[in-house]
């Protein structure tokens, strides 16, 4: 007998459609959510564009961790929603085929993404963590180029104060610049200039050349009687680069640890009381995120075949609020359990045995009780609660109508 039959071949581009579909709008709706906040934190920091794009290239396996679960449930679900509409799973139940074999298909494409998704929390979601971390202390220390922010007074050096009034080819060509400068002997010098460029230092690297045009420098201090005052053409100041701090190693956080480190942390000795509890919540809450993919596609399936005679659609919305909550259930758990308030078996596996068992329940009564429909009493008060919002709606159109009417008639009879 073939391992996959055509039967199992439909079900498959059934599947992966939707699959596909979902998780690219998934995550397109979290890097959307995220870029507006980060074109935001880059423009205060005054740096480049290019480092947003970087920066949510960087996040990507973190929503691709959260997508990914979603994407196969509702691919799924879509997938025997479309049969059970259809009556096509009628036809395949009729014919022999139960729902644990139809489950073929889903399976392999769970463990083919729970693999993945292992992948991603084990390895690349830790390391592109860093990344961003990263990136963020470079924007923040000036080590990506920053540019000079326009219209505000920049410190350099905490001797120097620049002012520019505009810039142009991405900070490097400014215009209407104010610099005051504060020598060690107490001496100030105020400089205005029409504009200027900056230019490297190739004997000191430390050093950047700031090329003034057309403008003017006044010196005072102790032991000037009076102000002098210097008109040039062309003048070059030298600015002392801010020294860059280097960031530190990877591992800082328990969320960029690899899952053997976390392993090696959480039951070692030379660790601390709180770094053992954090790794072993973090751990914890790795694994049963991926554990928990293997439920979904018994609860796609026990939520996609809505009552005979029935279109309903409460088992999508309801698919997306139990995986959902469960997550942010997870969340909670890896807090708390972080804080060593309570085990990590307990806060993270015990909300997982309690979905499990729920989950296992609702596919036995779809699948083996004649009959059953596991979300039957709520797709009955749904069903009643539509009929009267419909209803509502409908006497309100018809009120509305009659007036109309009537207020029609009375017109034609006042023109008559």
Not at 168 to 177: A, F, N, P, V
Not at 217 to 244: E, T, Y
Not at 292 to 314: D, E, H, I, Q
Request: proline share 5%.
């Amino acid at each position: 007998m073939k391992f996959l039959t055509a039967t199992d071949k439909y079900i498959a581009r059934l599947v992966i459609v939707p699959m596909l579909s979902v998780f690219v709008i998934a995550a397109s709706l979290l890097v959307l959510d995220k870029m507006l906040k980060l074109f935001d934190f880059v423009a205060t920091q005054g740096g480049p564009v290019s480092v947003v794009f970087k920066m949510l290239a960087n996040l990507l396996p973190e929503y691709a961790s959260l997508a990914i679960p979603l994407g196969l449930m509702l691919g799924i679900l879509f997938a025997f929603r479309k049969l059970a509409t259809s009556s096509e799973l009628d036809v395949m139940r009729a014919v022999g085929l139960s729902y644990t074999r139809l489950l073929r298909v889903p399976y392999l494409f769970a463990i083919a993404l729970a693999l993945l998704n292992l992948a991603i929390v084990s390895y690349i979601q830790p390391l592109s963590r860093y990344y961003y971390e990263q990136l963020q202390f470079q924007l923040r220390s000036g080590a990506l180029g920053a540019s000079i922010k326009v219209g505000e007074f920049n410190s350099l050096q905490d001797r120097t104060a620049l002012r520019v009034d505009s810039s142009r080819d991405e900070g490097r060509d400014l215009q209407g610049i104010f610099a005051r400068i504060a020598t060690a002997k107490g001496q100030v010098m105020v400089i205005s200039a029409r504009e200027g460029q900056f230019f490297a230092n190739k004997e000191n690297p430390d050093t950047v050349i700031l090329r003034l045009t057309d403008g003017q420098i006044v010196q005072d201090g102790p032991g000037i009687v009076s102000p002098r005052v210097l008109s040039f053409a062309s003048h070059d100041l030298p600015i002392d680069l801010p020294k860059i701090e280097q960031f530190r190693q990877r591992g800082d956080k328990d969320r960029e640890y690899f899952l053997p480190e976390l392993l090696q942390i959480g039951w070692s000795d030379k660790s601390t009381e709180a770094a053992r509890a954090q790794s072993r919540a973090n751990l914890n809450y790795r694994l049963v995120e991926v554990a928990m993919m293997f439920l979904l596609p018994l609860l796609a399936v026990a939520l996609a075949v809505p009552p005979k005679r029935s279109s309903s659609a409460l088992g999508v919305f309801l698919s997306i609020v139990m995986v959902v909550a469960y997550h942010k259930v997870n969340e909670y758990g890896q807090d708390v359990a972080s804080l060593g308030r309570i085990d990590p078996t307990l806060a993270l596996w015990g909300p997982f045995v309690a979905f499990a068992v729920l989950i296992v329940w609702m596919y036995w009564r779809l699948a083996y009780v004649p009959g059953g429909q596991p979300i039957g009493a709520l797709e009955t008060g749904f069903a009643k609660l539509t009929s009267r919002l419909r209803k509502l709606f409908a006497s309100r159109a018809d009120r509305q109508k009659a007036q109309e009417t009537l207020a029609a008639q009375e017109e034609a009879a006042r023109a008559a």
